[in-house]
Structures are given as C-alpha cells and as structure tokens.
C-alpha cells in the first residue's frame, strides 16, 4: 500500500513525477539503483496504477525490482524492440547472471559482449539477424554490420534504462535485463510461456507483427 | 669451500670471456648510474644535511629525488633503456633468498648458499630441469644485470662472490608476498607514531635557533621519519587494495564453483572487508585532523621563523595525509557500491535460481533467437497529455476592424526651388558660350557638393534639351565632367534661348 502519498493529487504534485512519468512513456525501465525514482514508484504505485490504466497502460512492476510502462490498448503508441536489441539485450542478461560479472561489480565491456554473442550464434548468421536486408557478402561487412548494430543497440537499452553506460567501452548492467529471460523464467514449456506473454502484450511475434524493422541509421556500406 | 671453488671453477669455466665483458658493460651502466646518484648525493650533503651517514645520505636523495621534475626523471629512465625482465623462476629464487635471509639472519650469501636456493627454486617453478647448477650461474648473472642481486665481496675473479639483495629485489619480492595488510591495529599504531614525532617536532621547532638546528632538527625528521611512517601506511593502503581484489576474485570463483553453497561464506568476505574499510576509515578521520593540525602549528613556526624549507617539508607531508584520507573516503565509497551490487545479486540471482536453470535456459533461448524470433515492447508516447478543466462553450465575437477615415490633412513642406536655380546655371553657360554639354555640365556642377552632383547631371541635360537645340553624335562620345563622373556628350549649335 502506498505510504507517503493521500490521493492522485499528492502523486502528481511531487515534484519528480513529470521527470519519472515522462521517462515512463519513453519507454525507460526504473529500477532499485534509480534511488529516489523507485522508492517514489514503490509508494505512489496504486494511484499510479489507476493513472496509467486510464490511458491503456499497465505500469508492470516485476519482482526483480524494477517498474516499466506497458501499452496495452490503443491510446499509447507502442514500440517492438529491434533484433539489435534483442540480441544485445539477451547476451547482456546472461552476463548478469554470470558469476564471473560480479568480479568487475556488474561491469561489462563491449568487447566481452561480443566475444559472447560471437561464440553464441555464427558471424553470418548474427549479422544476417541484425541486418536482414543487407547482403553481407564479405567479413569485413560482416564484422562491421555486427559491430555498428551492436553499439546502435548498447545505446539505445541504456536509454531504456537497461544499463548504464561508464564510458565508451564499459557498461554497468541493471536488473532490468531480466526482462529478456522472462520466456524461459518457468520450468514449463517456453512456448507456452510466449503465448503468455504475446498475450498479456508484452512480447510481440514475427507472425503477429511482420519482419522486424530496424530504424538504425547506421547502414553499413558494402 | 669445496663445493664453493667447484661452483666457482663452473662458472669461470664456461662464462670467463663473456662473462668478463658483460661484468664491464653492467659495471659502466651502473657506474654512470651511481654517478649520478652520488652527485644527488652530494648536492644533498651540501644543501640540506651536511656531513651524515650513508643511510641518512642516501634518504636525503631520495626527498630530492621526490622534488625533481617528473618528466626529467622519466627522459632520464627511457634514455638509460630501464627494465626488467623476470621469469616465475627468477621470482622465486629471489624470493627464496628472502625468505632464507629472513629465516637465518643472513645478511649476504656465499655462492654455494646462492646456488642451492636456485636449485631449490628452480626444482619448484621448472621441475626436472635439465643441468640447474649452470642455469644457475646465469641466473646470477641475469640477477645482477638487473641490479636485483648486488656483489659485496669486491674480490672480482679472485675468489667466489658473497652476494646480497638489493633494495630493488627487495621491493619487488614484499610486494608478492604480500604480508603487509593494512589492519585497524596497524594503521592505530602507524598514525599514532606519526602524532608523536609531530608532537616532538614541534617543540624542536619551537626550540631551534639557527638554520642548521632547522634542518636537523625539524627538515630531515618531516622527511625521513615522518616521510616513512606515511610511505609505510601507504604502503599498507596498497596491500589493502590488493587484499580486496583477492576477495573479489575469491567470490567471483565461490560462486562459479559452489553457486548457492557460497552464499555464507560469500556475505562473510564481504562483511569482513566492509567493516576492515569500515574501522579504517575512522582512525584515518579521527588521526588526520590531529596531524594536520601539529602540522599546521610546525607551519606557523616555520613561517615566523622563514624557515622556508621547513614550511614546505611540512606542506608535503600535509598533502601526504591528505591523500591518505580520500584513500579511505574512496575505498568505501567504491566498496559500498560493490557490497550492494554483489548483495542484491545474491537475493536476486542466487538465491532465486539455485540450480542456475535461469542461465541455461536463456542460452538456448539466445541461440535459437535468429531463428525463433520475438520481439518486446515498451512505450513510446513522449507526448504529454494535457488534461485541461472542462469549460461551456462561449459564441465567439465576429472578426472586426476598427473604423479609420483614410483621408491625411494637408500639411506645409518647404518648397523645392533647386531646379529654378539650375535653369539659371544653365542659361548662364549657355550664354557664355559653351559648346557642348559637357561643358555646361562641368559649370554649372561645380556649384553643388559631390553628393548632388550625380541627381544634377540629369537636370542639366534636360534643361540644355529645351533651352537649345543639341546634336547628338553616333555613338556619342563620353567626356569627363568631374574627377569620378563621365557623362555621353553632345554638341551645341543653333540659337540659345
């Protein structure tokens, strides 16, 4: 139950509301380390539950302690994460849960990352996901495809709130990476756990919703 | 003795020519070496400490050391080619001489004692080498290019060598083994120190009456006794960090290994070092202000003394403590933010995922993604809604103009009768019998400043057009009328009105 707030007004008049609700919208997941953020969403969450639900938004809090607004009728625009991202955003949980990231206090460089995704999927087949409309017919266009994708995607989770970025190499992951481990989260059958989630509308299908766009504009030239 | 010459028979057997010359170039790297360091030396005894022993001549030097230019002592390591070059072998050799000194209170070593510890290192870090009594005369000798085993016997190729380990080799060997841990009660002790000597030097400076009373009494103690006390909590400080890089590593592997068993003896690490940080921090805050103070007090006097000298020894150690205070600020502040990254991956991750199912899982869920693909979703509306209070709708008044009569009154301007003037200037040169336009042009412009010259010309050829009658040339010449004005000319004939 909330505990500093009395009515939706007291919420709306802190003074960090139109700073958290914009990033809310943004897309932006909060978690622990947000400090003030999170301790405000944890006691206003109620009023803002009911504010969010009048708009057709969902403001989800999972139990991995993190908050993130979830369309889920038409009065918000909704947008699906690119292959990038996904790729990227699933390689760095699994360096989240890895023991050897506690070493470094959760810091992770860009160069492991891709040494990861490397040894995970093949060169061809990690840039034909990243770039499914390119031809990449030489490895110099391969290793630059993965390269540029990679770090457009880097960018953009940490402005989801993902991760932080240290500096150019180095990025400190959250805890809201774990939303990429939510489809296999259960012991059950990942499948089902899919069609769960496509259906609270929190994961979107290729067949759902067609080829997957990447609005990069960080073409990679042949 | 016997083994002793065998040894020593090996050694010049096989490495007398070499040997020989390798001796003379090392021995003329280090003599321009010491060279230079016994003329530091011999500054320092002249301008700071006068006539002392070689252990306070040497410290001398090194404080001076400390005030040159950084960059000049970089230039001066790149230009001599300064390096070393250790093996595991070579680190365990000498760290076995250092132990063995330790052990025996040996304070050199004869040659067979030298290569027995070789022996016994080298069976350690490079079991079943082959021939270790020759691989240990060149371990000597590539010891002593390094300026890491130093010979102290003076004899040469007379007899076999006594050795010792020099203070480079020294370093080099505490710092692996490490056993300088800064604790609680090591650093309560070491601060403690550094108060009482300040305490002393200060009614030493109190006390001291003439420059060399100053520098004896007060410069040389801020630099060496206080200057070590300091360099030995700094020393410790090191050790301390590396001690923490251990338990990073040291958890980082319990989790690998034991995963959920480790929790315990994970949050133990952790609780451990936190609350070391912990007391440290505070003895360096409780104890530094005190320091700072006696230093302080040491300034003043210094100052009133103009003691220069003094005033600037005891700024430098001021800044020493300085830094060791924001080490222990910094080191908890850092190792805060550690303990709770590593605290909340053990409840979020460990605990919650005892069988690391989670990370398997989501392996597979990664390789299969290319081909298997979905997508989240977030939001993306940066729009702000605003909800504004709902109003009745009002009619809204008609669009109107204010009414205004277009019409000015008439108002008086003064009268322009430049013109008339030009027609009478133009009469005027007519009559007196110009022949062309230009010629009029040129007299009647003269009257008017160059801004109106240009607007005149054109009047001027009008008025010639109606009071005569002008024949124009073609193409009609042009023909200067002033300095910067040329005007297409034409000739007058016929009667003039």
């Known amino acids: 139950m909330t505990t500093r707030y009395t009515s939706l007004a007291d919420v709306i008049g802190d003074p960090v509301f139109p700073d958290i609700d914009l990033a809310l919208r943004r897309g932006c997941h909060i978690d622990r380390e947000d400090g003030d953020w999170y301790q405000f969403l944890t006691d206003a969450q109620d009023y803002l539950e009911q504010l969010y639900r009048r708009y057709g938004c969902e403001l989800v809090v999972q139990s991995d302690g993190y908050f993130f607004l979830l369309p889920t009728g038409k009065q918000f625009s909704v947008r699906r994460l690119s292959a990038g991202e996904m790729l990227v955003g699933q390689a760095l949980a699994l360096q989240y849960l890895d023991p050897s990231t506690v070493q470094s206090g959760g810091l992770v460089t860009q160069e492991q990352l891709l040494v990861r995704l490397v040894n995970l999927i093949s060169d061809e087949d990690l840039a034909n996901a990243l770039n499914p409309k390119k031809k990449h017919t030489s490895e110099r266009v391969i290793q630059e495809t993965i390269r540029t994708k990679v770090a457009s995607a880097i960018h953009r989770l940490a402005g989801m709130g993902f991760i932080d970025r240290v500096d150019q190499d180095r990025m400190r992951l959250r805890a809201p990476l774990l939303r990429f481990a939510d489809p296999v989260r259960g012991l059950g059958d990942r499948t089902q756990a899919l069609e769960r989630l496509i259906a609270t509308g929190q994961i979107a299908s290729v067949a759902a919703s067609g080829e997957p766009e990447d609005d990069d504009e960080d073409e990679v030239e042949a | ?497």
């Open chain 2, 1 to 497: 003795m016997g083994a002793n010459r065998a040894g020593w028979g090996i050694d010049r057997g096989l490495k007398a020519g070499p040997d020989r010359q390798d001796t003379q170039r090392v021995s003329q790297v280090a003599g321009r070496s010491w060279h230079r360091w016994l003329i530091g030396c011999s500054q320092a005894l002249r301008t700071n400490i006068g006539p002392c022993s070689w252990g306070r001549e040497d410290r001398t030097s090194t404080a001076l050391t400390h005030d040159r230019n950084p960059h000049v002592m970089l230039a001066g390591l790149a230009r001599d080619g300064a390096s070393l070059r250790l093996e595991t072998v070579d680190l365990c050799f000498l760290a076995a001489l250092h132990l063995r000194a330790d052990t025996d209170n040996l304070t050199s070593f004869d040659e067979d004692l030298v290569v027995e510890v070789f022996e016994v290192a080298c069976e350690l870090a490079e079991p079943g080498a082959d021939n270790p009594r020759k691989r240990a005369t060149h371990a000597i000798q590539r010891m002593r290019e390094q300026r890491m085993l130093a010979r102290i016997d003076a004899s040469g190729f007379v007899r076999a060598g006594e050795y010792a380990l020099t203070r480079l080799a020294t370093a080099i060997v505490e710092s692996f083994l490490g056993d300088e841990h800064l604790t609680r009660e090591s650093l309560a002790l070491l601060t403690g120190a550094v108060i009482s000597n300040l305490s002393e030097l200060r009614s030493e400076a109190e006390r001291a009456r003439n420059d060399d009373e100053w520098r004896a009494k007060v410069v040389g103690p801020l630099r060496i006794t206080i200057g070590d006390l300091i360099a030995g909590i700094e020393r410790r400080q090191q050790g301390l960090d590396a001690q923490q890089q251990e338990v990073l590593l040291q958890i980082s592997d319990l989790l690998k290994s034991d995963w959920v068993s480790s929790l315990a003896q994970c949050e133990a690490l952790l609780d451990n070092t936190s609350a070391t940080l912990k007391e440290l921090n505070e003895v360096l805050m409780r104890d530094s202000s005190q320091i700072q103070m006696l230093l302080q007090s040491i300034q003043d006097v210094a100052a009133t003394a103009g003691m220069l000298e003094a005033e600037e020894a005891a700024q430098r150690v001021g800044e020493q403590i300085d830094r060791m205070t924001a080490w222990g600020s910094s080191r908890q502040a850092t190792w805060s933010d550690y303990y709770r990254y590593v605290h909340r991956y053990l409840r979020d991750v460990v605990r919650l995922d005892p069988d690391r199912a989670l990370s398997r899982r989501l392996l597979e869920q990664l390789r299969e993604w290319p081909s298997q693909p979905f997508f989240s979703l977030v939001a993306d509306e940066a729009r702000i809604e605003l909800l504004r209070d709902v109003v009745v709708r009002s009619d809204r008044p008609a669009v109107r103009r204010p009414h205004e009569s277009r019409d000015r009154d008439p108002t008086q301007v003064e009268p322009q009768d430049g013109l008339i003037d030009l027609e009478d200037l133009v009469a005027r040169a007519l009559a007196e019998g110009a022949d062309d336009l230009a010629a009029v042009t040129r007299s009647v412009i003269a009257e008017f400043d160059g801004a109106q010259r240009y607007a005149v010309i054109g009047h001027v050829a009008a008025l010639v057009a109606k009071l005569c009658s002008p024949i124009s040339a073609r193409p009609r010449p042009w023909a200067a009328v002033d300095e910067q004005l040329e005007i297409e000319n034409w000739t007058i004939e016929g009667p003039r009105s």
